[in-house]
């Protein structure tokens, strides 16, 4: 016996289709063209599901990876930590090791952050500023000044 077919957690069949194939399911039931049908539909919809299902399968991988990544990274957090510990420890009476070690971790969240952003290692180009430019100083704040004095 064939076990049913898995169903998407999100129904991806465009509106139209399944207008259509409920159509087809009723008042065309019996109605068959040369290349289309009730079976065709049908199938076309079962492929569209079957992508949809491996869309899902793929993102839940992903979740799952993230979720990894996301471990490991605080697992290299808490090795740096230790890691700046014992190097405390180790540059205490070096007066040019301990500044250092004391810059270190001193801005907020810079153990915890990723060393660059994309954006400011290069890769990617900072996005270009939209919108006007603001108002000069020397630009007289009521209209018509000049006329108004006149």
């Known amino acids: 016996m064939k076990a049913p077919s898995p169903t998407p957690l999100i129904d991806v ?7 259509v194939i409920d159509l087809y399911s009723e008042e065309l039931a019996e109605v068959r063209f040369p290349d289309l049908d009730l079976s065709a539909l049908l199938y076309a919809q079962a492929e ?11 993102e839940a991988d992903l979740a ?3 979720a990894e990544l996301e471990v490991r990274s ?20 070096d007066d040019q090791l301990a ?3 004391g810059e270190i971790g001193r801005r907020k969240g810079s153990l915890t952050q990723p060393s660059q952003s994309p954006s400011s290692s290069g ?3 900072a996005p ?9 100083e020397e630009e007289p704040e009521e209209l ?4 108004a004095s006149a």
Do not use: M, N, W
Not at 13 to 19: E, H, S, Y
């Open 128 to 136: 270009k500023r939209r919108g006007r430019k603001p108002k000069s």
């Open 74 to 93: 605080q697992a290299l957090v808490a090795k740096a930590e230790r890691a700046l510990a014992y190097a405390r420890i180790f540059a205490q009476g």
């Open 123 to 125: 890769l990617i180009p």
């Open 99 to 101: 500044p250092r070690l």
């Open 13 to 19: 069949t465009p509106t139209l289709a399944r207008q």
């Open 144 to 147: 018509f000044t000049e006329a």
């Open 64 to 66: 799952d990876k993230r």
């Open 48 to 58: 569209l599901h079957a992508a949809q299902l491996e869309v899902e399968r793929v």
